[in-house]
């Protein structure tokens, strides 16, 4: 019986015609750019299932890392608050504190939040740009978050939907993620003495400035030696 060569084969009902003319390394170059595309597929997947290098760690009550002197200054301090439980998983910890600060007879006043997340099973940087789900929760648009250069190995600054009363900040570095979330009280009153002792309303800039430094603080101080 003669044998084929793999030029003359014909697949699937495929006509010899559509093959015939090709050199007979066709099929095995075929079947080795196939396992090659496949082969790239499993090692991108697998570098995501690669754990993350974890460079910070979490304490019992975050807020004794995160005083935010930067914010406080601006409102003329912020509360001493009671621990916030944080949690332990295999696959991530957190932490989270909430500080307010201001009041009618010394400015604005404001509230604040840190949320700080391990990701020790899978890299977070997938779904990090798509935003966090404090962001969805607020409603931030992604046309509303900028980029922040030389904080972490990636950070975003957004105002959650239109209004300039709030701001979040959010930083990845490794498995690390940072979130933080600054809201804004306008303070009124129909005293004119209070009113003259009101702190202007921090700028959107000021505000903004004040805020990454607060972070850099608190990275550092969660920082592993």
Not at 41 to 68: K, S
Not at 99 to 114: C, P, Y
């Amino acid at each position: 019986m003669e044998t084929q060569r793999p030029a003359e084969i014909a697949s699937d009902g495929e006509p010899r015609e559509r093959l015939r003319g090709l050199p007979w390394w066709w099929v095995p170059v075929a079947v080795v750019a196939t396992c090659a595309v496949w082969a790239g597929g499993l090692y991108a997947f697998g570098d995501r299932l690669t754990e993350p290098e974890i460079r910070y760690r979490v304490t019992e009550n975050l807020c004794d890392q995160f005083e935010a002197p930067a914010l406080a200054g601006m409102v003329g301090g912020l509360t001493v608050p009671t621990p916030q439980p944080g949690g332990r998983h295999s696959a991530l910890d957190w932490a989270q504190c909430g500080r307010n600060g201001g009041n009618s007879r010394e400015g604005a006043g404001l509230s604040l939040s840190a949320v700080v997340e391990l990701h020790k099973k899978t890299d977070p940087e997938a779904e990090f740009e798509a935003g966090s789900r404090y962001g969805r929760m607020y409603g931030a648009p992604d046309g509303h978050w900028k980029a922040v250069p030389g904080l972490g190995e990636q950070a975003f600054v957004g105002t959650p939907g239109t209004s300039d009363d709030q701001l979040m900040l959010r930083v990845r570095d490794g498995g690390a993620v940072f979130a933080f979330n600054v809201s804004l009280h306008r303070m009124t009153s129909d005293d004119p003495d209070v009113l003259a002792k009101i702190r202007p309303r921090p700028g959107r800039e000021d505000l903004t400035a004040a805020l990454i430094e607060d972070a850099r603080a608190l990275m550092s101080a969660l920082r592993k030696d």
